[in-house]
């Protein structure tokens, strides 16, 4: 800080004993710094030098005041640096779309190695279906937004950016004991059997209407839900059957008895999507570096 240079010159002085190896050591004019010594000592009314043949010493003024002048230094470095690095800590509102489980999308450790790397970061959290996650990153309501769909669906939408961050399967779940009404793993067949579907925004909706399509079939709705967690009740209390994820329906096979179609595996990606023009946004390119830490084993 320029108000500080006279006290620059006054140490950089008493430290080398010489005004011209100061001004090399400070990078100005010896008569810059002779000049600031003498304004320096006008300004305190106190003589802080004394000339001789081997260079200039300090006087008992100069002594008594040489630490007060290099802590008033340090202080001022210390302020400068603490302004600098206001200028590099990331601040501001991060917007997140989340779907199903916290423990499926790694959101607990996304978010703790996120404000680590931020802590003035402030994140808000906004759960919904894949779809509506995705609407709400085009629109620019979300920052960024977990997604669920096939492989590959959706990356040649031009306004968006996709990362896939792992892939796994769908199954079919149905009650306990219909392994006979399974035995026909024609879509059309199954298409006849008492449906539990999702509204049109869930990644279930869209799988199930893509294995349809060849067949033509229409599901036989007898409900919609809009929470796997409903979804997998009625389906333990015999209404119908649905699709669940394979950790989901592995388990609820294990600990319900559901029963499940073996034969039949739907392929889905779980994404991180964004705007592309908003990729080197500071809050967005925060959020994506730390998700590169979270899930290290993604898919190229």
């Given at each position: 800080?320029?108000?500080?240079s006279?006290?620059?010159?006054?140490?950089?002085?008493?430290r080398?004993?010489?005004?011209s190896r100061?001004a090399?050591?400070l990078?100005?004019?010896?008569?810059?710094v002779?000049?600031?010594?003498?304004?320096?000592q006008?300004?305190?009314g106190?003589?802080?030098?004394?000339?001789?043949?081997?260079g200039?010493t300090?006087?008992?003024?100069?002594?008594?005041?040489?630490?007060a002048?290099?802590?008033?230094?340090?202080?001022?470095l210390?302020?400068?640096?603490?302004a600098?690095?206001?200028?590099?800590?990331?601040?501001?509102?991060?917007?997140?779309?989340?779907?199903?489980?916290?423990?499926?999308?790694?959101?607990?450790?996304?978010l703790?190695?996120?404000?680590?790397?931020?802590?003035?970061?402030?994140?808000e959290?906004h759960?919904?279906?894949?779809g509506?996650?995705?609407?709400k990153?085009?629109?620019?309501e979300?920052?960024?937004?977990?997604y669920?769909?096939m492989?590959?669906?959706?990356t040649?939408?031009?306004?968006?950016?996709?990362?896939?961050?792992?892939?796994?399967?769908?199954h079919?779940?149905a009650?306990?004991?219909?392994?006979?009404?399974?035995?026909?793993?024609r879509?059309?067949?199954?298409?006849?059997?008492p449906w539990?579907?999702?509204p049109?925004d869930?990644?279930?909706?869209?799988?199930?209407k893509?294995?349809?399509?060849?067949?033509g079939a229409?599901?036989?709705?007898v409900?919609?839900?809009?929470?796997?967690?409903?979804?997998?009740?009625?389906?333990?209390?015999?209404?119908?059957?649905s699709?669940a994820?394979?950790?989901?329906?592995?388990?609820?096979?294990?600990?319900?008895?559901?029963?499940i179609?073996?034969?039949?595996?739907?392929p889905?990606a779980?994404?991180?999507?964004?705007?592309?023009?908003?990729?080197?946004?500071p809050?967005?390119?925060?959020?994506?570096?730390?998700?590169?830490?979270?899930?290290?084993?993604?898919?190229?």
């Amino acid at each position: 800080m320029q108000e500080n240079s006279a006290l620059r010159a006054f140490v950089a002085v008493a430290r080398t004993g010489s005004v011209s190896r100061a001004a090399d050591q400070l990078c100005i004019t010896q008569p810059a710094v002779s000049l600031k010594l003498k304004q320096l000592q006008q300004h305190l009314g106190l003589t802080l030098f004394t000339r001789r043949p081997q260079g200039l010493t300090l006087t008992a003024d100069g002594y008594a005041l040489l630490p007060a002048a290099e802590n008033a230094l340090a202080s001022a470095l210390a302020f400068e640096q603490s302004a600098s690095a206001l200028h590099s800590t990331l601040r501001g509102k991060l917007k997140i779309g989340t779907i199903v489980d916290p423990e499926f999308i790694r959101l607990g450790k996304f978010l703790s190695r996120l404000m680590a790397r931020a802590p003035h970061l402030e994140t808000e959290l906004h759960h919904s279906m894949s779809g509506s996650v995705l609407a709400k990153v085009e629109q620019g309501e979300l920052d960024v937004g977990f997604y669920l769909a096939m492989p590959g669906e959706g990356t040649d939408n031009s306004a968006l950016a996709w990362r896939e961050l792992t892939h796994f399967h769908y199954h079919i779940v149905a009650p306990a004991g219909w392994e006979a009404k399974l035995a026909d793993t024609r879509w059309e067949v199954l298409a006849a059997l008492p449906w539990i579907v999702t509204p049109t925004d869930s990644v279930h909706h869209r799988l199930l209407k893509y294995a349809l399509a060849a067949s033509g079939a229409k599901p036989n709705r007898v409900a919609q839900v809009d929470q796997e967690v409903c979804m997998l009740d009625l389906v333990r209390a015999g209404v119908g059957l649905s699709l669940a994820r394979d950790a989901l329906a592995m388990t609820e096979r294990q600990e319900s008895g559901l029963t499940i179609a073996d034969s039949i595996r739907l392929p889905c990606a779980l994404s991180l999507i964004w705007r592309k023009e908003r990729a080197t946004e500071p809050t967005v390119k925060a959020a994506l570096d730390t998700l590169d830490t979270v899930w290290q084993n993604r898919l190229n």
